[in-house]
């Protein structure tokens, strides 16, 4: 336990200090700069909300009066906000406890719930400010360390974020709950890589710096701009563009975490895969998923707390959330439909397990595009990630060669590539897509003949590839770090015990 809390403490220091060089913002009396899920520039009046990040309202003049919050819009991001709970606790947790051995399911319960409720007082204290504040195209600054300013003292009131249309501000609050849930989720998804071998120290140590290193970052180039009303005419779009994150400011379209979310850790998970090494008997003993059940359980509560983390990213109770709400429905079917043919073929025989594989390879797959396409480019990515999916945890692990014991690279990485790459095509408003890329000042957006699929799609794949290196990079080193000071893996004992018993001293079942 000593090691533990040293090594947080190690971590939590290295987190506070690692970006102390970073650029930060001036000190604002209205709310510091702030963004929401999906990298793209699209115009933002209220009839046309875009489907990208946004940020804080830019400070007022003194005699300005302070903006009131939308209450329709405030209420949904907390309903959001929930549903993203949801998703985590109790759905990716029975979802992950099913699919493991009975000896193991609270091991699993335990590294999801403990892993979330960390990463959300991290958040509190400095994930969000590094994230959401302006710093450099890499980093935050710290503006908002500990919560600073969140009560506005000269306004007497909270402070405000923008959506994404102009003149439009939720409470700034809303907004970083919301986001808390999203950087909680995506640390929580890593532990299905290596689950039923690790110490739950290593995984704690683990999350604290891979958290700070590698989320938060890859959450700051994507999602990081100055708002809508920062663009206030022609002459300061180059300047305001400037100060946004890196891959907002290529242009790189994920409305609610294909690359911050699911490539990010999908990667996180293969790499933990191979330093931890291949569970006892991998390949010689039986590992079959001890309770179906549960995991569908798990997988239908996904589905409905995947509502808010899509349709929530609007930002706004308005048609691009009703878009992404639908869209978030079609691909996931589509998606189901897809997985169990592909079953049906290779084996003869389609089954529950591959159904709740569908539903979540759907839902990974349509992320990035939910507020970026057309219905009919939604059902189309949910076919085609169902089909990449499948064969991303048989094919694909199979030429890996790595214990990813519950599929997260199979499934996320894979599914969040696919959607990733596709929301570039089907974004084109001649694929009955919204055509996210529009000019903030005279709110025009982009007409077929005026956007090129091949140049979105590169522009896709540029930010694919810089989050995988990224995450594989800060992976090797905070794997190795925690290993040569806590050691990653338990011992071979422990491990036909059960982590159950052997780490927590519990059982899930009895008798």
């Not at 003949?449 to 990079?473: E, F, N, P, R």
Request: net charge negative; hydrophobic share 55%; with cysteine.
């Amino acid at each position: 336990m000593k090691k533990l809390l040293a090594t947080l403490a190690l971590g939590l220091s290295l987190g506070l200090g690692v970006f102390g060089t970073a650029s930060v913002a001036t000190a604002q009396t209205a709310p510091a700069a702030v963004t929401a899920p999906a990298a793209e520039a699209k115009p933002a009046d209220a009839a046309a909300a875009p489907a990208a990040p946004a940020a804080a309202a830019p400070a007022a003049a003194e005699a300005a009066p302070v903006p009131v919050p939308n209450k329709a819009d405030t209420g949904w991001m907390m309903l959001s906000t929930i549903l993203v709970i949801l998703m985590v606790i109790p759905g990716l947790a029975l979802f992950y406890g099913g699919l493991v051995r009975s000896k193991n399911m609270l091991s699993v319960l335990m590294q999801v719930v403990v892993t979330f409720s960390m990463i959300t007082v991290l958040w509190f204290i400095y994930g969000y400010s590094l994230a959401f504040t302006e710093g450099n195209a890499f980093i935050g600054g710290f503006d908002r360390l500990f919560m600073k300013g969140i009560w506005d003292n000269v306004a007497g009131t909270f402070a405000n974020a923008a959506t994404f249309s102009k003149g439009v501000y939720i409470p700034e609050i809303s907004f970083a709950a919301f986001q808390a849930t999203f950087a909680g989720i995506t640390c929580a998804l890593i532990v299905g890589a290596f689950a039923e071998r690790i110490k739950f120290s290593a995984v704690l140590a683990f999350m604290v710096l891979w958290f700070t290193f590698s989320y938060l970052p890859v959450a700051h180039m994507v999602w990081f701009w100055m708002g809508p009303d920062a663009y206030a005419s022609k002459e300061v779009v180059d300047e305001m563009t400037s100060k946004a994150g890196l891959l907002w400011q290529w242009g790189a379209l994920d409305f609610a975490g294909g690359t911050v979310v699911h490539i990010n850790a999908a990667v996180a998970g293969l790499v933990g895969a191979f330093m931890v090494g291949k569970r006892v008997g991998y390949g010689r003993e039986s590992m079959a998923p001890h309770s179906l059940t549960l995991t569908m359980v798990g997988a239908s509560l996904l589905w409905v707390g995947w509502f808010g983390f899509n349709a929530g990213s609007a930002l706004e109770a308005n048609g691009f959330a009703a878009l992404a709400f639908i869209n978030t429905l079609i691909a996931t079917a589509g998606a189901v439909l897809a997985w169990c043919v592909g079953e049906a073929l290779m084996r003869g025989k389609a089954s529950m397990l591959g159904a709740a594989s569908g539903a979540v390879a759907g839902l990974v797959a349509i992320t990035p595009a939910a507020g970026n396409v057309g219905l009919g480019g939604a059902l189309i990515i949910g076919f085609i990630g169902g089909f990449a999916c499948l064969w991303g945890v048989n094919g694909l692990k199979k030429m890996l060669g790595a214990d990813d014991s519950l599929d997260v690279f199979g499934v996320h990485g894979v599914g969040g590539i696919v959607g990733a790459l596709l929301t570039g095509v089907f974004n084109s408003p001649a694929l009955g897509g919204p055509s996210a890329v529009g000019d903030w000042v005279t709110v025009a957006m982009v007409t077929p003949d005026a956007y090129s699929i091949a140049a979105q799609v590169w522009t896709q794949a540029k930010a694919v590839l810089l989050t995988i290196v990224w995450s594989g990079v800060v992976s090797v080193v905070a794997f190795k770090i925690v290993d040569l000071t806590i050691g990653l893996r338990v011992t071979e004992e422990e491990e036909r015990e059960g982590l159950d018993i052997s780490s927590h001293g519990e059982s899930a079942y009895h008798g």
